[in-house]
Every structure is written in structure tokens, then in C-alpha cells.
């Protein structure tokens, strides 16, 4: 949950997990 905001496409599923 960190660049969330930015990767909130793609790496919003990787990070948020």
C-alpha cells in the first residue's frame, strides 16, 4: 500500500495484497 495511488491499475492488485 504504497504506490498504490500510482500502480493503482495494475500493481493496485499486487500491493494491496
Do not use: P, T, W
Not at 504504497?2 to 499486487?14: C, S
Request: hydrophobic residues 60%.
Amino acid at each position: 500500500m504504497f504506490q498504490v495511488g500510482l500502480d493503482n491499475k495494475a500493481a493496485g492488485k499486487a500491493i494491496v495484497v
